[in-house]
């Protein structure tokens, strides 16, 4: 399976406060947003995986090593142009939660919670960075490609976490998978982008106001 | 000017011969004829050099298809379909080294020397079986140009190479390399013609050779695909016809490139249209630009002297007297390192120092560890701060840029082995004016010595734009006469030889009470020294133990 672990040199900040649910704590120090940003930084270790494979929109099969259907209406109309989709799984390692774990079990509340949000975010920027790889890859053979799209997004059931899991071997990077169906390590990203002659046209937007929990999200954008 | 051929793969599959998930190389054995046919057509449209039909013909992208052992057989196939072509013609045969489709560690999973030794398989065969020129193309990571370029360089020493990047829609590789960084690199690393080509069409990548012209007097090619392809009755399509290319020839011509042809979706009648205009096209005079002194990471790069703004050397990944650093990196805990570089970074350090004097572990495994760690972290170009050719080694192999050598004395060993390593890393290197009887008091004695280094790097091939100088600033504790001294030979420098200076500024105030202030005086008195230029010409400057005076610095 193909490897492509990005670099992480920046963590956005606003992303940072949002994720942690500041977005209106307008007192809050900058300084222990920024100083949880530089912390990430010299401790995830980001590493990626992606695999390319055939899609059958009638069947809502995955073409890959094991095949399967893929389950919720909101995935199958998604890729609903697709003939070819992308599994791809990021992560930013298991070394940033013991960190996490640490400063909450000395009671360092703040500290605890904001690292884990840059955590957040910096594992969105790599998922970001291979999504964009993968996206000029497509476009070079002429094809457009949907937007990322995870299980627990919509009504696609995070029980077929397990089902991406295996088909590209995020072992190889050290993802696995709780009987939860939970991530580990938890700050771990598993999606599929569908490629299309005209992928835009008929897939979900993307963004916050197109997803059913819009009115109640904290950490929508607005 | 000299005319390329266009797309090989594309037009294979036009006739027929390439179906989807075909190894494209395998047509060598398979359709030799074809192979020749499509030379010929491109010889006939005019092309001066044709490419072989190697593209992906190395061991790791082969091995996709279950090839890999079909190296030698295919390259030597693909170069004997080439000779055929051009018997009797005056074209040269270009030898085609595309990528291997793998991202070397840490960004991606494959060793750097696993990449090596394939280019270096694929150069040795296309060298040994008649290619005029080695062509390696479509890199979108520096990495892979470079263990491309170091194998070349190894297989086939007397071989001119032609390197081109591909670039996308932002004016960057994929993995963020601009046209000025991969420029400065490559001609660094001894590239006789670069340039790029795939991925955008004519209109994209013309200002992009231009770019790459105001930083390199290196010929420069141009591969252009016809336009941006679309996906039409699930086929890929490429828009641009053969006169709508042949209409950005001109341009071509004017961003300096003397190296035109096409990449996807080209075929002999878009060269044949483009030979015609090229025969109209009106000359470009391209001017001549005084090569900068730079150094790069994969993303960005960093001019010294010439009229930039004075640059900031961050020097704390030092473990020099820090026991709890040394503790950290003896067990690989890279974690304070890398704080600590962000930090410097955040303050407004533009280049990293980094120093692996660490007791009782393997100094150059440790350089190559922590190498690897920062230049992912931070996209500062770094500085490796050693003179033990085994380090040295080791860090520039796997650094994916162009970096400084901190540094070189008057040593005639110790010039040989650092020249030498340098010359082939493609790195500048800082000049100390240290001789057998240590530093001289007087600007002249200094003087005496930077020349000596500095002939003696020319002989051994560096180029003026490799060389740095250090006046060395000395306690202002030790001699009220040191810094009038230092000041004197950096001007001596400055005058004489005219390369960018580097000096270890807060030096000055060891020793002494108000480091701060000393500081910023004296670094007042190195920028301000040429009143016939910009306060910003001068000096490089170098902060070691005084983060505090680094910040008051940087303000003035």
């Not at chain 2, 090989?8 to 060598?28: A, F, H, I, K, W």
């Not at chain 2, 980094?354 to 350089?367: H, K």
Request: charge should be neutral; hydrophobic fraction near 40%.
């Amino acid at each position: 399976m193909p490897i492509f672990n990005g670099f992480l040199q920046k963590i956005d900040i606003a992303e940072t406060r949002r994720y942690a649910g500041l977005r209106a704590a307008e007192n809050f120090s900058d300084k222990i947003v920024a100083d949880a940003c530089t912390t990430a930084l010299a401790i995830a270790k980001p590493r990626g995986i992606f695999q390319q494979c055939g899609y059958d929109a009638e069947s809502y099969q995955l073409l890959c090593e094991e095949p399967f259907t893929v389950e919720g209406s909101k995935i199958r109309k998604h890729l609903e142009n697709a003939k070819i989709a992308i599994i791809m799984a990021v992560t930013i390692g298991s070394d940033i939660e013991k960190e996490i774990n640490t400063l909450f079990s000395k009671k360092e509340y703040s500290r605890g919670l904001m690292l884990d949000a840059a955590a957040t975010t910096a594992t969105e920027t790599i998922a970001d960075q291979l999504n964009h790889y993968i996206d000029k890859m497509a476009a070079k053979q002429g094809y457009e490609t949907t937007w990322r799209y995870s299980p627990g997004y919509g009504d696609w059931p995070l029980t077929q976490q397990l089902n991406l899991i295996k088909a590209i071997h995020a072992d190889q990077i050290d993802i696995h998978i709780t009987s939860g169906c939970m991530l580990v390590p938890q700050k771990s990203i598993t999606a599929i982008i569908g490629m299309a002659r005209s992928a835009a046209k008929n897939s979900i937007p993307s963004g916050c106001c197109n997803c059913s929990m819009h009115n109640i999200c904290s950490s929508r954008k607005e | 000017m000299f005319l390329l051929d266009g797309a090989m793969g594309t037009v294979l599959q036009q006739q027929g011969y390439l179906r989807p998930g075909d190894c494209p190389e395998l047509s060598n054995i398979e359709h030799p004829q074809a192979i020749e046919n499509i030379h010929r057509s491109y010889i006939k449209a005019g092309s001066d050099l044709i490419q072989t039909n190697t593209f992906g013909a190395n061991r790791i992208k082969l091995s996709e298809y279950g090839c890999a052992d079909k190296v030698k057989e295919i390259c030597r196939a693909a170069m004997f379909n080439a000779k055929k072509a051009v018997d009797g013609t005056n074209t040269k045969i270009l030898g085609d080294m595309g990528p291997t489709g793998k991202f070397i560690t840490p960004l991606g999973d494959t060793d750097f020397e696993d990449v090596y030794q394939a280019y270096y398989e694929q150069a040795s065969i296309l060298a040994e079986s008649g290619a005029d020129i080695l062509l390696i193309q479509t890199i979108i990571d520096i990495q892979e140009m470079r263990a491309a370029i170091l194998a070349v360089k190894d297989a086939a020493p007397s071989i001119p190479i032609m390197c081109e990047f591909s670039f996308s829609e932002d004016g960057r590789t994929i993995t963020g390399t601009t046209p000025e960084a991969a420029a400065v690199l490559l001609e660094s690393l001894g590239a006789s013609i670069i340039g790029a080509n795939c991925s955008l069409g004519p209109d994209k990548l013309i200002p992009l050779i231009t770019r790459m012209s105001d930083v390199s007097n290196l010929p420069l090619v141009i591969q252009p695909n016809a336009g941006l392809p679309k996906l039409i009755d699930g086929k890929t399509v490429f828009p641009l016809r053969p006169n709508d290319m042949a209409e950005y020839v001109q341009a071509m011509v004017n961003s300096g490139a003397t190296y035109i042809g096409g990449c996807c979706g080209t075929s002999p009648e878009h060269l044949a249209a483009m030979k015609q205009a090229l025969d109209r096209a009106v000359p470009y005079k391209r001017k001549t630009i005084t090569p900068p002194t730079a150094l790069t990471s994969r993303t960005s790069i960093v001019y010294i002297g010439g009229g930039h703004p004075p640059v900031i050397i961050g020097e704390r990944i030092n473990p020099t007297g820090r026991k709890a650093l040394q503790k950290d990196l003896q067990e690989q805990n890279f974690v304070p390192i890398k704080t600590e570089a962000l930090n410097q970074v955040k303050a407004g350090a533009h280049l990293l120092d980094i120093n692996m004097g660490v007791p009782d572990v393997d100094q150059a495994a440790l350089m190559e560890n922590v190498v690897k760690e920062l230049s992912m972290l931070v996209d500062t170009p770094l500085i490796i701060d050693s003179t033990s050719p085994a380090v040295l080694e080791k860090a520039l192999r796997i650094y994916p840029g162009r970096t400084l050598i901190n540094s070189v004395n008057a040593d005639s060993s110790q010039m040989s082995a650092i020249f030498s390593i340098a010359k082939k890393y493609g790195a500048a290197v800082l000049c100390l004016p240290i001789g057998p009887k240590g530093i001289p008091e007087s600007a002249a004695g200094r003087l005496a010595l930077i020349k000596k280094i500095y002939k003696a790097a020319l002989q051994t091939g560096l180029r003026h734009e490799d060389l740095l100088a250090d006046p060395l600033v000395l306690t202002a504790a030790s001699s009220t006469n040191a810094p009038k001294e230092t000041l004197q030979t950096l001007r001596t420098y400055k005058e004489t030889l005219k390369i960018p200076t580097v000096m270890g500024l807060s030096n000055i105030s060891f020793g002494l009470p108000g480091r701060s202030g000393l500081n910023a005086n004296f670094f007042s008195y190195g920028t301000g020294f040429w009143p016939q230029r910009s306060n910003y010409e001068s000096i490089t400057v170098r902060f070691n133990r005084c983060l505090c005076s680094f910040s008051s610095i940087t303000r003035l």
